[in-house]
């Protein structure tokens, strides 16, 4: 159990959160922390904005390295995702029978469950992918599409939907378990825990080398499969562009197979860019061949002190400074991604929809680092805001999507905020997410003509929005990515599956099948199978091969890929 989200949602649960708190009137304040810099160790150089605006270190504006580490502070007995009665956080509802291959085929598969389509729920309904991995058909019967009738068919008995979109995580961190600072703190930004001692050993395994294959590579997969086994196929968050990541999900970053490559990201505050980089920037997003058309940013993540507040209009050419890009805003529409957004005015949350920006809201990576998030009441108030949801990472945040989910949801009960509805929050995790990352044109909806990236969650209830949420990755009965079968119901190995190396796997109890070793010649590290995934991840945190500085011996903190007490 992981225990500091368990304090996250004791504090939900209990009610604890000020009845419709926003970043204003929440207790914190002023610690009185110096603002010296900060360098933050083997992670990456997050400087910390000096008061004469110069940074420590250049910021890496084509990669995003780094996370934004969060932690939670109170103990109590609440479980994850559950309150202390021990039911379901929202809609109640109770395992689906088990799927049923009505017929096999060669021209694609139609799966029939309840479908999430776009504008409606179809009951039944069926969602026809060709054999080219796009979807030809979303109705109540495909019968009658070309190929229908000659492709394998699954009477799923659950719910079928876009794969969920992670519109911003720090995957290769995600075999690290929670950071816990001891003793137990909050924090007033994202600067001040950067240059914790106590941070920077905790990551330093894989920080040492995380730009090398040796640790990137099993560490990002790992990221990727534990996305996948609950039902996510885009990600954003692979910083490098190695080839060992151009497998398994979809990485929003690089490698995703929809077009160009399109993002760049930063990981340093948007008040050290330049004068030279800004123009830069502009530059590509105006590209005639390749152009860039998003720009993912760290915005406003905190509420207090080192400059954070200040991020906003430093980012949109208001920052006074030499050399700071005054009158050159870098909210160019469409291309802005800009992730927590924690202190925003409404004259800059307006900005921010008149310019097509998106914005990342991470709840509980949020509260359990600062006690408070971003005022998502606001957001979803604002006709035309894009506003998607992402968990960060494992060092604080919810391990995966379906928990982000549910902290979601928690989060709205325990405030009130009426809008967070199990529906709103889907779409916030799959079509708002998919125009998030700037691919809405080919993912992110059950949408004839769009990519045949699926998931079906084995659950029913009366409303089927809340039963995916429900989800654990037991639930979790099959993922299409562009209509291979890539992790599903081990009955399902047969009629689905993405090629014939798809291993055995145990879901908490539940029998499924994971197609990660492609063969076992592959390039690109192709070849390696679960088992050798996790075994180089164990050998890092053990220090297994590695020289005497780097005998950590804590293999046993490999964070396994599920949790079964959830």
Not at 60 to 77: R, S
Not at 86 to 97: C, E, I, K, L
Not at 342 to 364: C, F, K, L, N
Request: aromatic share 8%; charged share 20%.
């Amino acid at each position: 159990m992981r225990w500091s989200n368990r304090v996250a949602w004791s504090l939900l649960a209990g009610l604890v959160l000020v009845a419709g708190c926003r970043d204003d009137d929440v207790p914190g304040g002023d610690t009185g922390r110096p603002e010296a810099d900060a360098d933050v160790g083997g992670d990456t150089d997050v400087p910390r904005p000096d008061a004469d605006g110069d940074a420590d270190a250049e910021p890496d504006v084509d990669a995003d390295v780094g996370p934004e580490a969060d932690v939670d502070v109170v103990p109590d007995g609440t479980t994850d995702g559950e309150f202390d009665g021990g039911v379901d956080v929202h809609s109640g509802s109770t395992p689906a029978p088990p799927a049923e291959v009505l017929r096999t085929g060669t021209a694609g598969v139609v799966l029939r469950g309840v479908v999430l389509a776009p504008d409606r729920v179809l009951d039944p309904g069926e969602v026809f992918v060709a054999g080219d991995g796009s979807i030809a058909c979303v109705a109540e019967d495909c019968a009658g599409t070309a190929g229908a009738s000659t492709a394998t068919l699954i009477d799923t008995h659950g719910v079928i939907s876009p794969g969920l979109i992670d519109a911003h995580n720090h995957l290769a961190y995600n075999f690290l378990p929670e950071w816990i600072p001891d003793p137990p703190r909050l924090f007033e930004n994202r600067y001040q825990w950067a240059e914790d001692p106590q941070y920077e050993a905790h990551i330093r395994p894989y920080a040492a080398h995380r730009s090398t294959g040796t640790h990137y590579c099993p560490a990002a997969k790992w990221g990727e499969l534990r996305s996948l086994f609950h039902g996510t196929t885009t990600v954003q968050g692979q910083s490098f562009e190695q080839s060992c990541v151009n497998w398994g999900v979809r990485n929003a970053d690089h490698f995703h197979g929809l077009g160009h490559d399109h993002m760049r990201t930063t990981i340093a505050s948007v008040r050290d860019i330049t004068d030279s980089e800004a123009t830069d920037y502009v530059a590509s997003f105006a590209a005639a061949t390749n152009p860039t058309t998003r720009f993912a940013v760290h915005m406003t993540e905190g509420y207090a002190s080192d400059h954070v507040l200040e991020e906003f209009d430093s980012f949109a050419g208001r920052d006074p400074r030499a050399n700071r890009h005054a009158g050159t805003s870098l909210l160019i529409p469409p291309t802005s991604l800009l992730i927590h957004c924690m202190t925003m005015t409404p004259a800059q949350i307006e900005e921010a929809r008149a310019t097509q920006a998106s914005i990342v809201w991470s709840p509980s990576s949020n509260w359990v680092l600062y006690g408070r998030t971003a005022p998502i009441a606001e957001f979803l108030a604002t006709d035309g805001l894009t506003v998607a949801i992402a968990p960060d990472w494992t060092p604080s945040g919810e391990d995966e999507m379906l928990s982000e989910l549910r902290f979601g949801w928690a989060y709205g009960r325990a405030t009130g905020i009426a809008a967070l509805t199990t529906e709103r929050l889907w779409r916030m995790g799959t079509s708002e997410a998919a125009v998030a990352v700037g691919l809405d044109h080919r993912i992110g909806r059950l949408e004839a003509g769009l990519v045949g990236d699926v998931a079906v969650f084995g659950r029913q209830g009366a409303d089927p929005y809340g039963a995916v949420l429900d989800s654990r990755a037991a639930d979790v009965r099959l993922v299409l990515l562009g209509g291979r079968g890539m992790y599903g119901d081990a009955g399902l190995q047969a009629a689905t599956a993405a090629n014939a190396y798809c291993e055995a796997f145990d879901a908490c109890g539940t029998p499924k099948y994971a197609c990660v070793q492609e063969s076992p010649t592959a390039p690109d590290r192709r070849n390696e199978t679960l088992g050798d995934i996790r075994t180089q991840l164990y050998n890092i945190l053990e220090g297994i091969g590695y020289p005497a500085d780097e005998q950590y011996h804590r293999g046993d903190e490999l964070l396994e890929l599920l949790d079964c007490t959830r």
